[in-house]
């Protein structure tokens, strides 16, 4: 004998979407219990989605905000469920990319201790001593323009306000200078010319 009886979860979807055309009407108390009604629902979504147990609050919070930013475009006529699990998808797949994007820039650790000499390191010292050296030299080999430019805006880290004044020259020049000077100085310090 079949039943027009809704089950629990299609009663709190129905209580959720009530809320929601409430709150779209201007209700802040019924906002604010969707709002909160709704955390579970997008943890779960985001479970199943893969997201690391450090990162759901992440997801939370991102779904929370577009919630709100398109809090419009919920037709109470529909479930609000529904509607609430596919931005919570949205947002744990733009999480998960998001740290993927961020772990694959991360150094390992055996590839800092072979990247990063320890500050300690005498050798370290000597390398940074002979960098400075080179840098020197090369910086001596630019056209008066381009070394003054370096001098002013690189190396005393004036601004181009004060580097144009105390030189007589304009911003734009400077700009220029400072453009090709660091480009001739990129490509000698890489040995390609």
Known sequence: MPTDTPSASEQADQQR????AAAQAGDQRAYTRVLNDSVALIRAVARRQGV???TLDDVVQETLLTVHRVRHTFDPMRSYDAW?????????IDVLRSHGRREQREVHDEFAFDMHA??????AGAERVQEAQRLRKAIKTLSPGQREAVEQLGLKEHSLAEAAERTGRNTGALK???HRALKTLRDRLNGDS
Do not use: E, G, K
């Not at 979407?17 to 929601?20: E, F, H, I, N």
């Not at 609430?84 to 744990?92: K, P």
């Open 17 to 20: 979407s009530a809320w929601m």
């Open 52 to 54: 690391a147990v450090d």
């Open 84 to 92: 609430l699990s596919a931005i919570a998808a949205r947002r744990a």
């Open 118 to 123: 320890d500050r300690d390191d005498a050798s």
């Open 176 to 178: 220029v200078n400072l």
